[in-house]
């Protein structure tokens, strides 16, 4: 079970449950036919970003295996929610997650996505006790056009596990499919000794 204490803070950004007052922003990033581009759903209008919304609101907690985590992320900078970030429980028996994020091409460039998603493996590793999930794996999918996602991935230490060639027939087409990987112990590993990289775009 993950019920975690809000809001999180990162040093720029604030992760948080959805609330009605996040409707605009919500609207801008899903409405855009740019950032859905490689995402199984089309852009949405008002009425199925309402209805989004509302799901999102309701799962701010993991009670079970299958639930998912749904979280705002606020750059603090401009008092905007400019993405948002989603953490599943895929496996008890085998401590498997899965994380996710979507984020308004505004912002692009500054690293948010990195820096927000840093903090969901967070949550996915830590162990029950400190307030985390206690999970052993966590995997990232992704359409394998999405470079700019798979960036954001390897700079959180993941490793590209698979490539499957046309595995999924998406919006009129067939699709390949990145997985990317990250243990507990790999993730432990780069907090103690976090790599030192350039600067780059999340």
Do not use: C
């Not at 993950?2 to 809001?7: I, Q, R």
């Not at 993405?83 to 994380?99: A, M, N």
């Not at 162990?127 to 960036?151: M, Q």
């Amino acid at each position: 079970m993950l019920k975690p204490s809000y809001p999180i803070y990162t040093a720029r950004l604030t992760l948080r449950p959805y609330t009605l007052d996040d409707f605009d922003d919500l609207y801008a990033i899903q409405s855009d036919p740019e950032v859905t581009r490689y995402l199984y759903w089309e852009t949405r209008d008002e009425a199925a970003v309402r209805a989004d919304l509302q799901a999102k609101m309701g799962a701010s907690e993991i009670r079970e295996v299958g639930d998912r985590l749904f979280l705002a992320v606020v750059w603090r900078e401009v008092e905007r929610v400019v993405g948002g970030v989603t953490l599943t429980w895929l496996s008890r028996e085998d401590g498997g997650g899965e994380i996710g994020y979507v984020f308004n091409r505004e912002f692009a460039g500054h690293g948010l996505a990195t820096e927000a998603t840093s903090a969901l493996l967070r949550l996915a590793f830590t162990l029950p006790v400190d307030g985390g999930l206690g999970l052993h794996r966590v995997i990232g999918r992704l359409d394998a056009r999405n470079t700019a996602s798979a960036k954001v991935l390897e700079r959180l230490g993941l490793r590209r596990e698979a490539h499957f060639v046309e595995n999924e027939y998406v919006k009129g087409e067939w699709t390949d499919e990145l997985v990317y990987a990250i243990l507990e112990s790999e993730w432990l590993t780069r907090r103690v000794s976090p790599p030192r990289t350039r600067a780059s775009r999340g």
